[in-house]
């Protein structure tokens, strides 16, 4: 059975560093094929959900929103299904749940009806 499991959010103040983790596995997720992407969404209260940053699995293609350039890293691992996202000089407007997603089929990395299979999110809460 498929299961996205995020885990690292927390409490920190301005200007602080957390690393989100996310763990794919299961049928389909185990076997990355050609499409294989995961990424990371934030959806604050009141807002839509967002994407954070992507990761293709094929050429490690990494993509931002322009809100993070420079703060924040999505990274893989090179042996299991695994994907991070860390992120320093949080500020109060990063304070949303992190929902980690996985992508199996075409489609853009930007939109979240592209992902398939979704975790149940992480709290990120940076005080001022």
């Known amino acids: 059975q498929a299961q996205v499991v995020e885990s690292g959010g927390g409490l920190v103040e301005a200007g602080g560093s957390l690393r989100l983790s996310c763990a794919a596995s299961?049928?389909?997720?185990?076997?990355?094929?050609?499409?294989?992407?995961m990424g990371w969404f934030r959806q604050a209260p009141g807002k839509e959900r967002d994407l954070v940053a992507a990761?293709?699995?094929?050429?490690?293609?990494?993509i931002y929103d322009d809100s993070v350039k420079g703060r924040f890293t999505i990274a893989r691992s090179s042996t299991n299904n695994t994907v991070y996202l860390h992120m320093k000089d949080l500020q109060p407007d990063d304070t949303a749940i992190y929902y980690c997603?996985?992508?199996?089929?075409?489609?853009?990395?930007?939109?979240?009806?592209?992902?398939?299979?979704w975790g149940q999110g992480t709290q990120v809460t940076v005080s001022s």
């Open positions: 997603a996985v992508r199996t089929t075409p489609g853009a990395l930007t939109i979240p009806r592209s992902y398939s299979f």
């Open positions: 299961g049928r389909p997720l185990d076997t990355p094929a050609t499409d294989y992407a």
């Open positions: 990761i293709t699995w094929r050429g490690s293609t990494r």
